[in-house]
């Protein structure tokens, strides 16, 4: 009998996917339960409170998260760090797309069990990249 290898998905593509489709349970399901992320407002801890970062309401300016390239640990057992450099582009959530702005940004992730333990938004990718253990060269 041959034993099949269970293929996880991708936490950090996962969690940008769900945030960009507003698909709150599938983000919350990317989440350790101890989860940290910091945002602008300051930390917020547990999924509860990161479901709430992510519900956004419709009208206004919203973002979409487009990934250039991700630089992650290769842990065992779904443990380590990752970096997703990024453009967070803004965009008028009535318009046809016209774009309202955009962002150059990393952001970086600690990763316990396949899921998203902490989560950090830097302006700066190459102090992201330095703070997780990656170079650039």
Known sequence: MEH???????????????????DLDAFVAT??????LHSMKGPLKG?????????????GV?????????????????DGRAV???????HWDDDEGDLAGEDE?????????HRIRSWRPFEDRAEALRLAGFSLG
């Open 84 to 90: 997703a450099l990024i453009m967070r582009r803004w």
């Open 31 to 36: 989440l350790d339960p101890e989860v940290e």
């Open 4 to 22: 099949s290898r269970e293929i996880r998905p991708d936490p950090v593509r996962e969690f940008i996917r769900a945030f960009n489709e507003r």
């Open 105 to 113: 940004m990393a952001w970086l992730f600690e990763l316990h069990g």
């Open 47 to 59: 999924t509860e409170a990161a479901r709430g970062w992510a519900t956004r309401k419709r009208g």
């Open 62 to 78: 919203q973002q979409t998260i487009e990934v250039e390239q991700i630089y992650a640990d290769e842990a065992e057992g779904g």
